[in-house]
């Protein structure tokens, strides 16, 4: 009987965790699948777990001279966060790597609750109300930014290391008519 409620359990917890796991959908890229790949070790590495609908799109036309831009939308309809993520689609493909490494590191703060912007002036970081601005200026940078800044390199590298190993399957159990 303990076996049988262990088993449920376990039952129970594994279906939760798979369907928290977040949905990432892709457009306007050449290779969605490469990106989709990029995006779940970002989110692996940033222990992103929880439900959340990350949209990541490809644009031709970003505002200024913006690389890339996260927004967040809080969904009762969906029981959790609908992000949206721009990347500037004429980027090179390592410029793209660091952006979006970059941008998930926002996304990851507001999944986890770390951020929440208010309006284009104001946001809550980590339980403290502040007051920010966007100029651009390093001196100047919010935390979160300044937290993806220190992070969005090592991320990216990790990936492009992950790439360079080599795919090791595991060996067949079936002996060999040679070897018995």
């Given at each position: 009987?303990?076996?049988?409620?262990?088993?449920?359990?376990?039952?129970?917890?594994?279906?939760?965790?798979?369907?928290?796991?977040?949905?990432?959908?892709?457009?306007?890229?050449?290779?969605?699948?490469?990106?989709?790949?990029?995006?779940?070790?970002?989110?692996?590495?940033?222990?992103?777990?929880?439900?959340?609908?990350?949209?990541?799109?490809?644009?031709?036309?970003?505002?200024?001279?913006?690389?890339?831009?996260?927004?967040?939308?809080?969904?009762?309809?969906?029981?959790?966060?609908?992000?949206?993520?721009?990347?500037?689609?004429?980027?090179?493909?390592?410029q793209q790597r660091?952006?979006?490494?970059?941008?998930?590191?926002?996304?990851?703060?507001?999944?986890?609750?770390?951020?929440?912007?208010?309006d284009h002036?104001?946001?809550?970081?980590?339980?403290?109300?502040?007051?920010?601005?966007?100029?651009?200026?390093?001196?100047?940078?919010?935390?979160?930014?300044?937290?993806?800044?220190?992070?969005?390199?090592?991320?990216?590298?990790?990936?492009?290391?992950?790439?360079?190993?080599?795919?090791?399957?595991?060996?067949?159990?079936?002996?060999?008519?040679?070897?018995?």
């Open positions: 009987m303990k076996q049988l409620i262990l088993f449920i359990l376990a039952s129970v917890f594994w279906v939760n965790s798979a369907f928290s796991q977040p949905i990432i959908k892709v457009w306007g890229s050449d290779d969605s699948l490469a990106i989709r790949e990029q995006l779940v070790q970002y989110l692996t590495y940033l222990e992103v777990r929880e439900k959340a609908h990350i949209f990541v799109i490809f644009s031709k036309a970003m505002p200024g001279k913006m690389k890339g831009l996260t927004f967040c939308l809080d969904s009762a309809v969906n029981n959790g966060q609908v992000i949206k993520v721009w990347i500037d689609a004429q980027l090179s493909e390592k660091l952006v979006l490494a970059h941008e998930m590191i926002h996304v990851k703060q507001y999944v986890k609750g770390e951020l929440k912007v208010i002036k104001s946001a809550i970081w980590k339980g403290r109300f502040l007051r920010h601005q966007y100029t651009g200026s390093r001196q100047r940078i919010s935390p979160w930014e300044r937290e993806a800044y220190q992070t969005d390199n090592l991320l990216a590298m990790q990936y492009e290391e992950q790439l360079k190993r080599p795919i090791e399957f595991e060996k067949p159990l079936i002996a060999s008519k040679a070897n018995p």
